[in-house]
């Protein structure tokens, strides 16, 4: 299998910071990670694509100036979400592309942002 | 074009029944067919995944059927179990996994 883990789990933070959620590939290396929202009872949401050591693609309609991604190593992405609001709470979930034959997704467990 | 649909939206099973659920696409250029299983507040986990050269693949209880004419496929949970209630997401690829759609999700409840 593959493991990958999202860091923290659950954020609180207040109107107007930024907080940052990482995303790490335990046992394996990931040139590509991806980053998806999802509200209460939907389906994942792709919010942007991560390319270790180049800029994020953004999905349309997703701010990048709001969604900070940044993919520093093989390992390891981040996405910082700037000036949050009450309207960007929702479940963050990361995946990483491990390839090879089947080029597999493997996500994070997710980490629910909750901004007061 | 790009579109997973997948049905039912929920789903009840008595314990030991077949759980079936359904997708399509359109989109001939995909390749590669996985299904998520995901539980409240936790992230989707590969449950199985089907290429289109082959029609079926099994996995214990859980099987992929893949009709490549009709643009279809469906999981199949055989001897459900109420461990399996859960939601379940269809998905397509292409391009090298760069691209996946998913579908909107079934939520599966296995009855005791």
């Known amino acids: 299998g593959a493991v990958v883990s999202q860091h923290p789990s659950r954020v609180i933070c207040k109107s107007g910071t930024s907080v940052k959620i990482e995303c790490r590939s335990l046992?394996?290396?990931?040139?590509?990670m991806f980053w998806y929202r999802q509200f209460p009872k939907q389906s994942l949401m792709l919010m942007a694509t991560?390319?270790?050591?180049?800029?994020?693609?953004?999905e349309q309609g997703v701010e990048k100036d709001k969604f900070l991604i940044n993919h520093a190593s093989l390992t390891l992405s981040t996405l910082t979400v700037t000036s949050a609001h009450p309207e960007d709470s929702s479940f963050y979930i990361c995946?990483?592309?491990?390839?090879?034959?089947?080029?597999?997704?493997?996500f994070g467990p997710g980490t629910r942002l909750t901004v007061t | 074009q790009q579109q997973v649909k997948q049905s039912p939206q929920s789903l009840i099973v008595q314990k030991g029944g077949i759980s079936i659920i359904n997708c399509a696409y359109e989109?001939?250029?995909?390749?590669?067919f996985p299904w998520y299983q995901q539980f409240p507040g936790k992230g989707p986990a590969l449950l199985i995944a089907?290429?289109?050269?082959?029609s079926e693949k099994k996995e214990g209880r859980f099987t992929i059927s893949f009709n490549k004419s009709a643009k279809q496929f469906s999981l199949h949970i055989m001897d459900s179990q109420p461990g399996d209630s859960a939601t379940y997401f269809c998905?397509?690829?292409?391009?090298?996994?760069?691209?996946?759609?998913f579908g909107a999700g079934t939520r599966l409840f296995v009855k005791a």
């Open positions: 995946s990483a592309l491990k390839t090879g034959r089947t080029h597999e997704q493997y």
């Open positions: 046992d394996f290396q990931a040139t590509t």
């Open positions: 991560s390319n270790e050591g180049s800029k994020a693609t953004y």
């Open positions: 989109n001939t250029a995909f390749d590669y």
């Open positions: 089907i290429r289109p050269d082959v």
């Open positions: 998905a397509a690829s292409t391009g090298g996994g760069f691209k996946t759609i």
